[in-house]
């Protein structure tokens, strides 16, 4: 006995159920939209990142989640293994990046504590971090460095400078950031690096202000590659960004996400356009759906048409599948059809028919 012909006895009456389908709830189609989630440059992954605007409060935000995951892991306050900041700068000693610091200590309402200039050792943040037992989610090490001294330069066969630094300090970081370096040391070594680094399951992001040399940023070891940049190119705050994805785990791609925030500490994003939809459609075309489909799936799904602010028709999907660079062709015909010369056509007896009518008339 099937589901299909399930039977109800009651008594002697066997009563066909037609309406019971345990499955139903399963079959239903649903979309998974692709809203930013600072989860994908955790978990092992590298990440390369150009930006040419002040991008340290984004970074922050993408520090605290780390901090939220890892205490509800690890049941902790304050994980040993809580990120590294290593900021790279022409002259360490007067780098502004310590009155950024500062500022950020106020901003989060934490004790006015001066910095006590560079120390041969990682410094906390908060800066009275080990004074307070209820440190927020933002907490990370931090240490400037000459920006002209790569992190990824060689020291040893199987180690590199920041390897090393790491190993002597006994740090065993789950997030690092590299801020600030100069694309001037071998990027093989920094491929290494990175590759050594995934293998323990440490992230890795890279900010940088342009790509490295030798189209290195198309390299395999990336996990990620975007860029970050103001919405407007003119009177916008830092607080408006655009992220743009080229590379998103592992799989080339091109999806933007427009995200702001109110207070510089939390970020949400906006959702303005059609970009949203582009992951979905692409699915549903590889799926060999028609226009006529996808229209409906988009108008029938209650998560994608309160994201509209009109209903999707067939004309406005074309317009984005041409904007998108997304086309759809039918198979071709095969054998083709001969292509049939003017002259063969000139000598053909229908034409020379016309033509004697022609000369008679």
């Not at 109800?8 to 989630?37: A, I, K, M």
């Not at 992954?45 to 989640?65: D, H, P, Q």
């Amino acid at each position: 006995m099937t589901l299909k012909t399930a039977i109800y006895s009651n008594g002697h009456n066997y009563v066909p159920v037609t309406n019971l389908s345990p499955l139903r709830e399963w079959q239903v189609d649903s979309c998974r939209l692709d809203d930013f989630n600072p989860e994908c440059f955790f978990n092992g992954m590298a990440t390369l990142i150009t930006g040419r605007c002040n991008i340290f409060s984004w970074t922050i935000a993408v520090i605290n989640k780390r901090n939220f995951l890892l205490k509800e892991e690890g049941k902790t306050e304050l994980p040993s293994n809580r990120p590294v900041y290593i900021k790279g700068d022409a002259w360490p000693s007067a780098s502004p990046f310590m009155q950024m610091l500062q500022n950020w200590n106020c901003i989060l309402g934490y004790v006015q504590v001066p910095i006590k200039g560079l120390q041969d050792q990682f410094q906390d943040f908060p800066l009275y971090i080990n004074s307070n037992p209820y440190a927020d989610n933002i907490f990370f090490r931090w240490c400037i460095v000459n920006q002209e001294i790569p992190p990824w330069e060689n020291m040893t066969n199987q180690s590199s400078r920041l390897e090393n630094l790491l190993e002597v300090t006994s740090h065993r970081p789950d997030l690092i950031i590299i801020d600030g370096f100069s694309w001037n040391g071998n990027m093989k070594d920094l491929k290494n690096m990175l590759t050594r680094l995934k293998q323990h399951k440490i992230s890795t992001i890279v900010l940088a202000s342009k790509f490295p040399p030798n189209n290195f940023a198309s390299d395999p070891v990336w996990d990620n590659v975007l860029s970050i940049s103001p919405w407007r190119n003119w009177r916008c705050s830092s607080e408006n960004i655009v992220l743009r994805f080229q590379k998103k785990n592992g799989v080339k791609m091109n999806i933007r996400h427009h995200l702001y925030s109110k207070d510089g500490i939390l970020w949400q994003e906006k959702l303005d356009g059609f970009d949203f939809l582009r992951p979905i459609v692409a699915l549903w075309m590889r799926e060999d759906k028609t226009a006529r489909q996808i229209v409906n799936l988009i108008n029938g799904n209650s998560n994608l048409f309160q994201r509209l602010k009109r209903p999707m028709t067939t004309a406005n999907l074309a317009r984005l599948k041409r904007e998108w660079g997304m086309r759809s062709y039918k198979p071709e015909r095969k054998p083709r059809k001969p292509k049939t010369s003017k002259a063969h056509v000139a000598d053909s007896p229908v034409e020379q028919m016309n033509s004697q009518r022609s000369v008679f008339l």
